[in-house]
């Protein structure tokens, strides 16, 4: 173990090669030129001398003699013209508040878009968003955004992440902030009014303060994004916040503790089929509440007890025929509000923490999370939590997590994750990372080094011990970039306890290069345009078996007329490959080579409709064939009224697939097959006779499992299936604090399997003609959600929500063969299908009330 790991860690710092020796990491304390594009990047905000009121009209005499910060650059659509509106932001302070202002002026006012929505809701309307790097560690930022209606938006930049041209926010919007906003129309443009209290940022001690700042303004009837410090497209790689302008004159102004307290009781109602066509009810009232300590100016505490999240919109159904497990995006605010010190990813979208497992087994008891900032550049967060029923403990989870700042750009840190289900099952989950910038942010290395215990008390067995290496050199500044990788998983890996990871035993060598045609700038109809070609290859880790080299090659094209184009093209198993998850643990199977096109258009993003047509087609060389086309829309049918929608068709051609591992045993006149399909042959409870002598050569050549000679070996079929689903969401916003959301969704899916074959052995399949299974399924869900969310006070709401599901499967006899397939049924037959379960009502009325200090 120790030598893989050593071996592990030399190919990683191997691969950053000798330009990580020449290149040394920067730890300056101004590693790179602030503001590339815009010299006049420095803003000084001045003292108030009175009290300021927040009404968007600007007539306090601090307005008229504060700096105004002005010469805004187009992001969008013209990377590095000026702004063709004016914009003029000004910033005073005063003992307990920071104030911002911004004169959006406008050519046309009439045509400025006032569109209503939801807090935190990106939608199409003309936006102001002030960023505020408040700890001054150029990685982190607070951003405070609202619209020309008066909706407000807040969330966090951390890391990589960063402003991004169009589509959203480009911030975290889970965190939220207490703050004041208003705006104004008026006959020259619009006017918007900020406070932000010092409690909602984190700043150090000190006399004269220094925070990174830049603004934002959006206008989407010109798909014009202005920023106030503009990073060019070709330097955003590493993240945007490091080239922020620089407020200064902050002097004198001290943290503020935050401290809320918010109580909340909670009616639910459940309706829900019991004996077979008879109504079931279950009344239930509770109560629960949330806390938010300042501990400093730079620690807070978050905990909650008995938490509610009733009106988080449901789960999408989907169809997974996979080995590996779905993950599900967290929507829960207590586990989605500043948990960016705890991110951890692992190769693959996969990830130390996945928050989803904390409540996935029992109801959340309580839980807290204790994160901050020390003055030395060292971050942290804790966080704990137990489950069970009846408020008795049975699950418990922890994370600890550091990250060191070097410099001003590069980092190291680690992490440490337990979990413990009473004396079934223990884990210990822990690993380092880095991420080291060279030469001015042009370069990066970066990865980790992961580990993971689990171990069953009173289990004789020894402990499942893995760990986990990944390591990466990039080039991520300028026209062209470059990206290199590589990654070794062990087979014994697993951080499911408190985690998600999909796969383990791999060994992967990825390489890719990026390029902003014709460098970034228009050319022919095309505004912009870029491509991404990205390489592959992996092999097992524990025998090093070839599993598959691919490519992967994309091109977005963005026309003059607004519309994008763009058009990917995916091969794998160019020289041949096995899967060695496919069979559920009975070993690797040869896979077909594969090619994939996926072709996707947006019509003209300044229009109050858009509509994005998609499809994709898959080849496989042994003649399957997979397909998939979409259809997204959204319209802003008036300032109070959003509607968007997907719809969705695929399906499988002919494509050989796992169907079941089966348990056959030899009877005197043949075989017999187990009536049971398990995970375990000994689980197998009966078997039944059915004809076949071919199977005498087939296990002529292998070891049967057991002394009674029975064969423990997986079937493949050649699968069809057919899918269809519709999304719909409805937004209307009666006033800026009240908002009705509908969403409602329908799936269906269906397969069946054909022309059986037995895997002898990972290169061969056997015909099995006489195979008397059928693996048939059809199933249909429909769901919707309806909450009404009233915000009566700051941080204070009323959620009225009613959540109904319907879901029904069409149970087939395994043994029937001549039983009715799942494509007998007409696709319209079985849509209407999916409303005639019993539904399952939930009725929820949840008051919150947030108390403030």
């Not at 202002?101 to 990106?122: K, N």
């Not at 190291?412 to 690993?431: C, P």
């Not at 062209?480 to 990654?487: L, V």
């Not at 996926?598 to 858009?610: F, G, H, N, P, V």
């Amino acid at each position: 173990m120790k030598r893989t790991i050593a071996a592990a860690l030399a190919m990683l710092w191997l691969l950053a090669g000798a330009g990580t020796t020449a290149l040394a990491f920067d730890t300056s304390d101004d590693p790179q030129p602030r503001c590339p594009v815009n010299p006049a990047c420095t803003l000084v905000a001045e003292p108030i001398s009175g009290a300021i009121a927040i009404d968007g009209r600007l007539d306090e005499a601090d307005w008229q003699t504060a700096p105004i910060a002005s010469s805004f650059k187009q992001y969008e659509p013209n990377e590095g013209a000026e702004a063709s509106q004016k914009t003029e932001v000004r910033i005073v302070y005063g003992g307990s508040a920071v104030y911002i202002s911004a004169v959006l002026h406008d050519e046309e006012p009439g045509q400025i878009m006032r569109t209503l929505g939801r807090r935190d809701d990106f939608n199409r309307a003309d936006w102001f968003i002030a960023s505020i790097d408040s700890y001054f560690d150029r990685k982190t930022a607070y951003n405070f955004a609202v619209n020309a209606a008066g909706i407000q938006a807040d969330g966090i930049i951390s890391g990589r992440s960063s402003f991004r041209g169009g589509g959203g926010f480009g911030f975290d919007t889970s965190w939220d902030a207490v703050w004041d906003a208003a705006t104004r129309v008026t006959d020259t443009g619009w006017v918007v009014e900020m406070r932000i209290p010092y409690s909602m940022l984190r700043f150090p001690e000190a006399e004269t303060l220094q925070w990174g700042i830049n603004f934002r303004r959006i206008i989407p009837r010109l798909s014009e994004i202005d920023d106030w410090v503009l990073v060019p497209r070709t330097e955003r790689s590493g993240g945007t916040v490091a080239r922020y302008g620089t407020l200064n004159g902050l002097q004198g102004i001290q943290p503020r503790r935050n401290l809320q307290i918010t109580p909340y009781t909670v009616s639910k109602v459940l309706t829900e089929e019991g004996d077979p066509g008879k109504l079931h009810s279950e009344r239930n009232v509770d109560v629960g509440g949330d806390l938010k300590i300042g501990i400093s100016s730079n620690i807070t505490l978050d905990a909650t007890i008995n938490p509610d999240f009733g009106q988080v919109e449901s789960d999408p159904a989907e169809l997974n025929l996979t080995a590996f497990e779905t993950f599900f995006r967290e929507r829960r605010p207590f586990f989605t509000e500043g948990v960016q010190i705890f991110n951890y990813s692992l190769d693959r979208g996969g990830s130390l923490l996945y928050t989803r497992r904390i409540g996935g087994r029992a109801p959340i008891i309580g839980a807290s999370k204790l994160s901050g900032r020390t003055s030395n550049g060292l971050s942290f967060g804790v966080l704990g939590a137990a489950t069970g029923d009846q408020f008795n403990p049975e699950r418990y989870y922890g994370v600890a997590r550091l990250k060191q700042q070097i410099g001003q750009l590069s980092s190291v840190g680690g992490i440490l994750t337990a979990y413990q289900h009473n004396d079934e099952r223990r884990s210990l989950v822990g690993g380092m990372d880095w991420d080291l910038r060279m030469k001015n942010n042009s370069y990066r290395f970066d990865g980790q080094v992961s580990f993971t215990h689990r171990a069953e008390p009173g289990n004789d067995l020894s402990p499942e011990q893995g760990f986990s290496a990944i390591g990466g050199f990039d080039k991520i500044s300028g026209v062209w970039n470059i990206y290199t990788g590589a990654t070794v998983v062990s087979d014994d890996f697993n951080p499911n306890d408190l985690g998600q990871l999909r796969r383990n035993n791999y060994i992967n060598l990825s390489a890719g290069v990026s390029h902003q045609i014709n460098g970034g700038q228009p050319f022919g109809p095309f505004r912009r345009a870029s491509m991404f070609f990205f390489t592959n290859q992996d092999l097992s880790y524990r025998r090093g078996l070839n599993l598959g080299f691919g490519t992967f090659w994309s091109n977005t094209f963005q026309t003059k007329g607004f519309q994008e184009i763009s058009v990917r093209i995916n091969t794998d198993n160019l020289f041949g490959g096995y899967d060695i998850y496919e069979t559920r643990g009975l070993g690797a199977r040869k896979q077909p080579r594969e090619l994939s096109v996926d072709l996707s258009y947006e019509t003209d993003s300044r229009r109050a409709w858009q509509l994005e047509p998609n499809v994709e087609a898959e080849f496989q060389d042994d003649g399957g064939r997979a397909y998939e086309a979409g259809f997204r829309g959204r319209w802003n049918v008036s300032s109070r009224l959003s509607l968007s929608g997907d719809v969705g068709y695929g399906g499988d051609d002919g494509v050989t697939a796992w169907a079941s591992n089966e348990s056959f045993a030899p009877i005197a006149d043949g075989w017999a097959i187990g009536e049971s399909s398990r995970d375990e042959p000994d689980e197998v409870e009966g078997y039944r006779a059915f004809g076949n002598s071919d199977l005498d050569a087939v296990f002529g050549a292998m070891e049967p499992y057991d002394e009674f000679g029975r064969f423990y070996l997986p079937v493949f079929g050649e699968r069809d299936t057919r899918t269809f689903d519709v999304t719909l969401r409805g937004d209307i916003t009666f006033t800026p604090t009240l908002s009705l959301q509908l969403y409602g969704q329908l799936f269906t899916a269906r397969g069946e399997y054909q022309n059986f074959s037995l895997l002898q052995d990972r290169d061969t399949l056997v015909p099995l003609d006489s195979y008397p299974k059928r693996h048939d399924f059809a199933f249909t869900s429909f769901q919707t959600n309806t909450v009404l969310r009233w915000e009566y006070r700051p941080g204070s709401t009323l959620f009225l929500v009613w959540t109904q599901s319907r879901r029904g499967n069409s149970d087939y006899d395994v043994f029937d063969l001549t039983g009715r397939s799942a494509f007998d049924q007409r696709s319209t037959d079985q849509l209407m299908d999916a409303f005639d379960p019993f539904p399952t009502n939930v009725f929820l009325v949840k008051l919150s009330y947030k108390f403030l200090r």
